[in-house]
């Protein structure tokens, strides 16, 4: 019996022997090959934010697409129906779709995200390193298990996500900031997950319920830096919920704090906090030692609502 899994990583590795990315591609067959329609209504969704929301997202599918990265069609649907203009590409026509969001941004400058399954999201940092020399930002890239070789994370890139397997075949991307880069950066490895495979990590609900929030924060208001991004690395345990956060934030140690207190207050779970910090969960911190706490997108205009004690 034909094993589809092996069909996939035949044609990835084929495509990528063949630079399918930079080499040519027949227009009049690339403009044919758009979102197509979906099997499954869209789900229902909060209803769209009363600032009208600005920004282009270009999804991308990986290889066999159609077949195993229709998350991404799903994706989509739930985006455009939250009110920002997002379209679903196949990966092999990356840079004729780069070409065509250089010259809508020349018309107008609308924020871009860039999300992209398997070899997708080895299209959507490609996409970003064509948009750089042209000085164009990368408001948010989203790359959900990509292949090996995906390239670094270019520094006109203002937040990147990597949700990957780093046991996966067919994708495994561990991807990295370039060096010098000042965004915000977060890497979840999901490969404790047992449920989750290359094969279905792009339909999850609960990544893409997190990643319209994150999209509709950044369409309707630019997100606060609040004291500077922190790297984040993670390993998600196999019995704790998937939850994506932005990037990590310093805070400093008050007298009695443990790390229990401090994931307590900013409500987060524990684990979260031992994998970026050293020392036990319960052991007293010396006041004044930082401790890197995950932090979710937070608009400006939510901040500036909050008082300096919910901060």
């Known amino acids: 019996m034909i094993n589809p899994t092996q069909i996939a990583a035949a044609v990835i590795r084929a495509m990528l022997f063949a630079g399918v990315c930079y080499g ?3 227009p009049a067959v690339a403009g044919s090959i758009t ?16 600032i009208e929301p600005r920004g282009r997202v270009y999804l991308f599918r990986g290889a066999l697409g159609p077949i ?6 799903r994706l989509t649907e739930r985006i455009e129906h939250a009110g920002v203009a997002a379209s679903v590409y196949e990966f092999t026509i990356c840079r004729l779709i ?3 969001a250089i010259r809508e941004y020349r018309q107008d400058p609308a924020p871009i995200t860039l999300i992209g399954h398997s070899m997708g999201g080895y299209c959507a940092l490609k996409f970003a390193e064509i948009l750089q020399p042209e000085g164009i930002p990368v408001s948010l890239i989203v790359t959900i298990d990509p292949a090996h070789a995906t390239s670094d994370v270019p520094l006109n890139v203002e937040r990147y996500i990597n949700i990957f397997l780093s046991k996966s075949v067919l994708g495994g991307g561990d991807v990295k900031p370039q060096q010098g880069y000042q965004g915000h950066y977060a890497s979840f490895d999901l490969s404790e997950h047992d449920e989750v495979s290359h094969i279905n990590i792009d339909k999850m609900d609960t990544i893409h319920q997190q990643l319209l929030t994150k999209i509709v924060q950044l369409a309707t208001t630019p997100a606060s830096g609040e004291g500077g991004a922190v790297p984040l690395r993670y390993v998600v345990p196999p019995d704790a919920a998937i939850e994506v956060w932005d990037s990590g934030m310093p805070r400093f140690a008050r007298p009695g704090d443990t790390l229990q207190t401090i994931a307590a207050s900013h409500h987060v779970p524990l684990w979260s906090l031992t994998q970026m910090n ?5 052991a007293p911190l010396v006041p004044g030692e930082r401790i890197i706490v995950p932090r979710h997108i937070v608009p400006l205009a939510e901040v500036s609502r909050q008082s300096p004690s919910k901060r």
Do not use: I, Q
């Open 24 to 26: 040519g591609f027949d």
């Open 35 to 50: 979102a197509s329609s979906h099997e499954d209504a869209p789900p229902t969704v909060a209803k769209p934010p009363a």
């Open 68 to 73: 195993f990265s229709r998350g991404m069609d």
């Open 98 to 100: 780069a070409e065509k």
């Open 278 to 282: 050293r020392g036990s969960s319960s």
